[in-house]
């Protein structure tokens, strides 16, 4: 993993993303941040990153989205110019155009590894939109998308919680989680969590699905408790965990086992920083 991107609206938010992304970076041992702003087109006009007008007819908008693109970029170069060092490189770039559209253009182009955006975890207004924003990404991306709260602690990540419902069809999501722990030289617990017993059983299952996923480095374990939820954020307080991890099938939510009203509440929840995969998009690669 070589680049990361990150999404940035210059909020604390999103502030405290870019610093979970350079952390990251450093233990990594190094990679290059792609730091992205973007920003809608007034009334469908096109922008360039320079702040220049492919076509205009002189609104007051365009004026005004003209002298927002300059100041942005401005804010872009001082971002990059203080975080950046220690192995980590920051590029900045600004786009404009519906969100969606930009960040799937973006990461077709430059083909980042990882994206890691921030999040409130909270529910307030502005959460409401981060969160929105969030979700769209997680379902487009190619690649792993990381949230990091503004609550959760700043550490390395030594040991990652893989929630798994033993999807073989979740290979290519897993890849990515397994290039990751690789890369970070953490440790990964598969944990799968039932809400009807045979405990021992499933232990068995989990062991011999991470054998045939080709896993290194790995513990695994089932557990029962009544809300999914509840079991993955408890299994994670108990190992120590400094990520959590869930492999998700895009438009139609999680997997069997985790419901998407589960994956938003782990996101919104956990006290560490959530990795999504989005098993359908992650299989295009």
């Known amino acids: 993993m070589e680049r990361i991107l990150v999404l940035t609206d210059f909020s604390d938010i999103a502030k405290h993303g870019l610093e979970g992304a350079v952390r990251l970076a450093q233990q990594m041992g190094g990679a290059e941040i792609l730091l992205l702003n973007t920003e809608p087109s ?145 440790h990964l617990h598969l944990v799968y969590v039932t809400k009807s017993g045979k405990i021992q059983q499933r232990r068995s299952d989990v062991e011999t699905y991470a054998r045939n996923q080709g896993l290194a480095n790995y513990t695994i374990e089932a557990i029962e408790d009544s809300d999914i939820e509840d079991g993955i954020k408890r299994y994670a307080a108990k190992v120590g965990a400094d990520l959590i991890a869930v492999i998700t099938h895009g438009r139609n939510g999680l997997s069997a086992m985790l419901s998407h009203s589960v994956a938003e509440d782990v996101i919104r929840e956990a006290s560490v920083p959530v990795l999504t995969v989005n098993m359908n998009e992650a299989a295009k690669l």
């Open 42 to 186: 007034p009334q469908g006009r096109e922008f360039s990153a320079t702040g220049d007008i492919y076509y205009t007819d002189n609104h007051e908008e365009d004026r005004f989205m003209v002298a927002l693109i300059r100041k942005n970029k401005q804010r872009l170069q001082e971002l990059s110019a203080a975080y950046e060092g220690n192995g980590v490189r920051i590029t900045p770039y600004i786009e404009v155009g519906p969100m969606q559209e930009v960040v799937d253009a973006f990461m077709n182009k430059h083909k980042p590894d990882l994206i890691v955006m921030g999040t409130s975890g909270e529910n307030t207004f502005e959460e409401y939109f981060v969160g929105n924003h969030t979700e769209q990404v997680i379902r487009i991306a190619k690649v792993p998308v990381i949230t990091v709260k503004v609550t959760d602690r700043t550490t390395d990540i030594r040991n990652i919680v893989l929630a798994t419902d033993m999807n073989d069809k979740a290979h290519n999501g897993l890849r990515h989680i397994k290039v990751l722990a690789d890369r970070l030289r953490a």
